[in-house]
């Protein structure tokens, strides 16, 4: 068991990030509680509890910034929670350093999609110009299976999928991520714990820094530079996949 004052200082730091990018911080918070002494399986489904809670207080600060397309969060959201679900209770049967190693390499190719430079000038705009709908339900079926199996919201693999396959610019990537999380963590949440690997007492002790956190860094997404967010996020992806190696 972590102690208060620790599960608070994980849940300001990865709530901060987790606002600032959109990405619901499970790709943090798993390998801080593994870290912690927690089992994986036990990481992984506290992590979408903390999630589901902590992401609604960056979708608000989002949605008020404008920087939602409720098309594309609605769309993502009907591919991704039966996915989480099935992504849920395949966990359960895979074995824990197969889960570790596809995590691993998720985080480093994710890294590599945003740190490469990118050749479409739109697509590190302020605005919206067309949207590839077409990609949307593999985005969303993608996200939800890993959120379920790996215990990461889904919101790691929407953002840099949102920019490079759908066309959407960094900031809307973000904001929109942010909302459509919401509903895949939620669904894969209540299936881990109905297998009992959520640890309650944890989760009820990061949550409140994970609020307040991602409240914060959603605020500064429109004062940061689409290109510095992108560097930033790729190093951000890389530095936890070497350290779940360790």
């Given at each position: ?64 910034g ?34 570790r ?25 302020d ?11 593999f ?27 759908a066309?959407?610019p ?16 939620l ?30 860094g ?29």
């Open positions: 068991m972590i102690s208060s004052a620790v599960a608070l200082l994980i849940g300001v730091a990865i709530g901060f990030i987790a606002g600032l990018f959109g990405v619901g911080g499970g790709f943090l918070i798993v390998p801080a509680l593994t870290f912690a002494g927690l089992p994986l399986s036990i990481a992984i489904g506290t992590s979408l509890a903390c999630i589901t809670v902590g992401s609604m207080s960056s979708a608000a600060m989002h949605v008020r404008g920087r939602v397309l409720y098309r594309v969060a609605l769309m993502t959201a009907a591919f991704s929670i039966p996915m989480a679900i099935a992504g849920s209770y395949l966990s359960t049967v895979i074995d824990e350093g197969v889960i190693v596809l995590f691993v390499f998720l985080l480093l190719y994710l890294a590599y999609t945003f740190a490469r430079p990118n050749n479409e000038g739109s697509g590190d705009g605005g919206v110009s067309e949207v590839k709908y077409r990609h949307v339900p985005i969303g079926a993608f996200s939800g299976l890993a959120s379920g199996l790996l215990g990461v919201s889904g919101g790691i693999i929407n953002v840099p999928l949102f920019h490079e396959l066309g959407i960094v900031k809307y990537a973000v904001g929109t991520s942010s909302l459509a999380l919401f509903f895949t963590s669904t894969a949440a209540y299936a881990h714990y109905t297998l009992g690997q959520v640890d309650i007492t944890t989760a009820a002790m990061i949550v409140p820094g994970l609020m307040a956190g991602s409240f914060v959603a605020h500064l997404v429109s004062r940061i530079p689409a290109g510095g967010l992108k560097r930033a996020f790729a190093g951000l992806l890389v530095l936890t996949a070497v350290k779940m190696l360790v």
